[in-house]
């Protein structure tokens, strides 16, 4: 079981209790979606078992935030709609 | 209810906010069409529209109000643990006779990690092994002050009875009052199917004659009100998050320590109950 702690430094993170800044919640780094306030989920996306990008998700609204250079390794992916779409879904 | 018509679905993307509009406009349609804009019919869509959002608002807690619960517990359990537990007895040096009538395991210095047999807390090799001063000054009635009191009595009870040391009492096994079950937040939101449930019932209700629809109001604004002064002390609790995480790290060692003494005090008593039978 968790520490009591650090389970209020995640629902602090989650956006209870006002907003933290980021470097107040240790081994995460919370971006926030500046449309919704929301903070985001950093998700994984994997191609064929190899890492290609760590992309900003915000599962409330379901949209995906990414730079010129995730979209550039993303662009490189025959099926990278396909993988974002399942990556949605879990 | 409302509130059981609420999930966390996968497929929900309707917040709180986007309900509440459409409903509300829903609500105002029928009011409007149904009865020409009866003010009972209207209390009753407001009523009830209250209740929902009151609702979801209670149902987001629901899965963090016992972490806000046992913040606020342990902080004050933190906050009076030094007043609980008064000055610590002084210190010295065990002797043989402490050996022999069971204040110490041994003279000398710990050769492993040992530990200190008076508070059972984990010492060191190599550190000196002391004992609690009886001629300690402590505050009547504080938890070191019956822990020494105690602990002395049952060893001289105990040499009294069988001409030999008081044995070593059993581990104590206490659990981490910060170790909690991780709860899994999200703001909730709603599937289509979820707003056409909520949307029926609300036209269910508005149905009742007004004389139905009076009562209904009464009773769901008493219902109201029990969710809002719920809902507006997790809302305390929850703006004190911050608060508790300081509050939190600088109580733990005494926090510990009063569980801890608390637990061997019990435990003394219960052996010298055994003693004394």
């Known amino acids: 079981m968790p520490d009591i702690v650090d389970v209020l430094r995640k629902l602090q993170a989650a956006g209870l209790g006002g907003d933290v800044p980021p470097q107040e919640v240790p081994g995460q780094s919370p971006v926030r979606d500046s449309a919704s306030g929301d903070f985001m989920e950093p998700r994984d996306i994997f191609h064929e078992g190899k890492h290609i990008a760590t992309l900003d998700y915000n599962p409330r609204t379901g949209a995906w935030f990414l730079d010129t250079s995730e979209l550039l390794k993303l662009s490189r992916v025959p099926n990278a709609a396909s993988l974002i779409l399942a990556e949605e879904a879990k | ?277």
């Open chain 2, 1 to 277: 209810m409302a509130s059981e018509k609420i999930n966390n679905s996968i497929n929900a993307n309707i917040g709180i906010d986007q309900l509440k509009k459409d409903i509300t406009e829903f609500a105002n349609e029928v009011v409007f069409t149904s009865s020409g804009g009866s003010t009972v019919m209207k209390s009753a869509a407001n009523v009830l529209i209250k209740n929902i959002e009151l609702n979801h608002l209670s149902d987001n807690f629901s899965t963090v109000e016992k972490i806000f619960e046992r913040s606020q517990d342990l902080v004050i359990r933190g906050k009076q643990a030094q007043e609980k537990l008064g000055p610590s007895p002084s210190r010295r040096a065990a002797t043989a006779d402490d050996v022999a009538r069971g204040y110490a395991y041994s003279v000398g210095n710990h050769s492993g990690n040992g530990l200190d047999l008076l508070w059972q807390v984990p010492y060191s090799a190599g550190s000196p092994i002391e004992v609690a001063d009886k001629n300690s000054t402590l505050r009547p009635g504080s938890i070191n002050q019956q822990l020494l009191e105690r602990f002395l009595y049952r060893g001289e009870l105990y040499f009294s009875l069988y001409n030999a040391p008081a044995p070593e009492l059993e581990a104590l096994s206490i659990q981490d009052p910060y170790q909690v079950d991780d709860p899994q937040y999200a703001e909730k939101m709603y599937t289509t199917e979820q707003k056409l449930e909520i949307t029926s019932w609300l036209l269910d209700n508005l149905k009742n004659s007004e004389e139905d629809l009076a009562t209904l109001v009464f009773s769901t604004a008493e219902s109201n009100i029990a969710l809002e002064r719920k809902n507006t002390r997790n809302k305390l609790l929850e703006g004190k998050i911050g608060y508790y995480i300081t509050q939190l790290l600088e109580l733990k060692k005494v926090i510990n320590e009063l569980d801890h003494k608390e637990a061997y005090l019990a435990l003394i008593n219960n052996h010298i109950k055994e003693l004394e039978a």
